[in-house]
């Protein structure tokens, strides 16, 4: 693998922010800059060996900075969503902010894709580095996260995840990329596989109810590979929800480990996607929220359907359902998962 860093723009407080381009020896390259670990770009081969940039985003630092979306961030302390930003530990009451309707989402006001984190080339990778200090958007404990991206010449992009802290905190972190397949475009023709028997329903601002939902029978079953398209305007009140999919899947277990997850396929192209992941969860979001406002890489307006986000994670407002995996971190403990996405053609 190689890497090379450029410079990509300047923060508003005098930062600079790098670009890092990791490719390897079959015509797979990988764009990273180092505020908020964002996922720039992915230019992965079809079945004729034609490229495409196969993530949404942006061409300037500007549209990071000002129409963020998420996209191909690193979100933490906390993925997902925290009903009206409350939880309690070790009998300790915290209110978080509010900013998604009446919820905390992915970390708040200024998570972890809001930051730049500290850059370094491990030679084999690139390793990204950020202190979170105690009270950061009220979050308990100094946290350090260490997330390194490294590529080989499978063509699988791997994210290895790591934390400590020094008082008992939540930590659930994660990639937001956007993937169309296609390069351009809906998603809705793209199929997708998902491992999980079921889902967590969840109530009309999309916070899980704490029911694990069966899919069979439903618009929620991608157990046998089937388009996107295919029930997303059905009559369904989960999906009226969310105006589309924004759902958290609970993945089967074949015990401690890393296993495959989901398979998404672009059957023009012949590009597949496979999530590969040591975390319970997976988020499955069909761009809803994307309304053609938004102008995008090469000036192209992302409308509803542009892109697809399948989040490796733990489930959506975990530390208010104790039914749900755990995601306490305390000291002297190391959060520690994988999570690999890995492109062929078929």
């Known amino acids: 693998m190689e890497i090379k860093s450029e410079h990509f723009g300047v923060m508003p407080d005098g930062a600079e922010v790098q670009l890092f381009t990791l490719t390897n020896g079959r015509s797979l390259e990988v764009k990273i800059i180092n505020y908020g670990g964002i996922l720039v770009a992915i230019n992965a081969p079809d079945r004729d060996g034609k490229l495409a940039d196969v993530v949404l985003g942006h061409d300037t630092l500007e549209g990071y ?3 963020s979306r998420f996209f191909g961030a690193l979100i933490g302390r906390f993925g997902n969503r925290i009903a009206r930003g409350h939880f309690v530990l ?9 900013n998604n309707g009446v919820n905390h989402l992915h970390g708040g006001f200024k998570g972890f894709d809001k930051v730049v984190w500290q850059a370094e080339d491990t030679g084999n990778g690139l390793r990204l580095t950020y202190l979170s200090p105690n009270g950061e958007e009220n979050y308990p404990g100094n946290l350090r996260a260490v997330v390194t991206y490294s590529l080989n010449d499978a063509n699988e992009l791997r994210l ?9 905190t939540i930590v659930n972190l994660t990639n937001h ?14 199929e997708l596989t998902i491992a999980a028997d079921a889902f967590t329903p969840v109530d009309k601002t999309l ?21 996107i398209g295919a029930h997303i305007c059905d009559d369904d009140e989960q999906l009226k929800f969310a105006g589309g999919y924004d759902h958290n899947f609970a993945l089967r277990s074949k015990g401690a480990g890393i296993q495959k997850v989901a398979r998404l396929y672009h059957p023009r192209s012949g590009r597949v996607l496979e999530v590969i992941t040591t975390q319970p969860g997976l988020q499955f979001y069909s761009g809803n929220y994307l309304d053609g406002s938004l102008v995008g890489k090469g000036g192209r307006a992302y409308v509803k359907y542009s892109g697809c986000c399948l989040e490796t994670q733990h489930f959506p407002d975990s530390p208010n359902h104790a039914n749900f995996p755990s995601t306490v971190l305390r000291p002297g403990e190391a959060y520690r998962h994988t999570t690999v996405f890995k492109f062929s053609v078929a």
């Not at 070790?90 to 509010?98: K, Q, R």
């Not at 290895?160 to 008992?168: G, I, L, S």
């Not at 916070?207 to 694990?212: A, K, Q, S």
């Open 65 to 67: 900075l000002h129409h």
């Open 90 to 98: 070790n009998g300790v009451e915290y209110s978080l902010g509010i």
């Open 160 to 168: 290895d995840y790591e934390a400590w802290t020094d008082r008992e």
């Open 177 to 190: 990329s956007y993937f169309n397949l296609a390069g351009d475009g809906e998603i809705l023709d793209h």
């Open 207 to 227: 916070i899980p109810t704490g029911e694990i939902r069966k899919v069979t029978g439903t618009a929620f079953d991608f157990t046998s590979p089937r388009p």
